[in-house]
């Protein structure tokens, strides 16, 4: 049944909170996306992942699902979806939705039933455990939250604790549970009748907990990772959906594989283990990250070392190539000056330098049009890691606070969930009432309207690369090669398939840099044929002068 048609697909994700409001209300929903359908056929991609769009109590902005099989009224209704999902369809775009199936909310009815007693029906779908301590009143263990502090919360009603590796609204299911596997087979069945063509798989490298759930290994901010990330039976666990629901439709599943390195990625991608398709990994996001919370300058060479790693997986093996989504700050702002004079240069020069890669590239909304980073007060983020960073550190180390607003300011989740910049105009074009979070001010000089006006934008640039990479051959199956590893501004790649070449080559710098390629065989009379600079030479020939966040790439046939 499957085809792999994810192999030649550009995606686009949908974060509906910030996409487009239709009805004034300031949240963004499905009839905004609906708006949108004919925008996203014109740049040219033929797949959304859409975030979340089930019911929910919003304690973490829809990743905690309180009914798997309706939609959340903010949004709209089941109808609505339909219509979505028709003209997507009509529209040649596949739909990817998010399945969040580590946990559940807590005002799921499956948590509400396992809470009332320890003999429930529901009581295993989730996981609990007597306190320590005489009185029981300490946690089981040791392990942190994702979101900061204990992992584990207790019920009065029961007199024991229950998991949750992230919100306390957002209890952990018990996967050891063979009821709860195929509560998630059905669940995916029943989204894949009504047309669902694959899902993004939330947090699925912690589904399996190491039985007795030990100690973590002591760490100042997360502890307990080596007992749940690609736990015992994971690998059991995935096949088994898998088998039932998966590969039984023309489907794509990529997975969240946090704690997932490059090494690790055969054992759950591999074609022939019949698991995920491909995975979203955090281990590029960690170059520039200490402790997965202070941000550090970009070390360009272990940048593309981990890229390296990934570009040279064995060939059943597929990538998944993202810079933004939801839960990254914007990269234009990350990985260079994006406020600065050169900004178009650097948005344009950041989507070459992995749209020309092996794998499926991903382009997170607004990435499109270079937006970036908000400054933003402490009252003024909204997320959930933010706001308990802030609250605790308030409590516990005050004096820390100046940090704690430098880090979020870099790297908060807050920065990629911005509304979308439509227009120059009050509401952004996003809405016509008061946006549920903060528009950035600098939507006068970023904006859809003004990008598709100006034909050397970076929306303009990204529908070029996006036409150009779509059913090339070399793109898709090529071999990688890497040139100047260490380089510490340069990333220089090529891509070959049976001779036909194209040379990549990309400025991370905010200044000029003068490259010898004469040691790139055979390459001098290569043809530039992609360039974010006017005016760069023609052939490669053995050196080249590349301006401030220059990209280039150069072809040989």
Known sequence: MKTGWYKDAVFYQIYPRSFCDSNGDGVGDIRGIISKLDYLKDLGVNAVWLSPVYKTPNDDNGYDISDYRDINPEFGTLDDWKEMIAGMHERGIKLVMDLVVNHTSDEH?????SKKSKDNPYRDYYIWRKGRGKDGKRPPNNWSSRFVGPAWDYDETTGEWYLHLFSKKQPDLNWDNPKVRQEVIDICNYWFELGVDGFRCDVITYISKVAGLPNGK?????CGDEHFVLGPNIHEYLNQVNQNAWSKYDTMIVGEAIGCKYVDAPSIIAESRNELDSAITFELMEVDMWMNFFPLKLNLPKFKAVQRGWQNLPKECWNTLYYENHDQPRSITRYGNGYGIYRKELGKMLAVSYFMLRGTPYVYEGQEIGMTNIALKQEEYVDIMATRIFTIIGKVAPFLMPIAHWAMSKRARDHARTPMQWEDKTGAGFTTGKPWMKINRNLGEINVKNDLANPNSILNFYKKLIAFRKGNEVIRDGEFIEYFEKHRKIYC????????????????????????????????????????????????GVSIRLRPYEAVVYEIK
């Open 109 to 113: 009815a499956w948590f509400q039933e």
């Open 218 to 222: 002591w760490n100042p901010v997360m």
């Open 493 to 540: 790649y090529e891509r070959n398939l049976n001779g036909h070449r194209y040379i990549v080559i990309c400025n991370f710098a905010e200044k000029n840099v003068s490259l010898n390629v004469d040691k790139i065989p055979n390459a001098q009379d290569a043809e530039l044929i992609i360039h974010n600079w006017e005016g760069q030479q023609q052939k490669l």
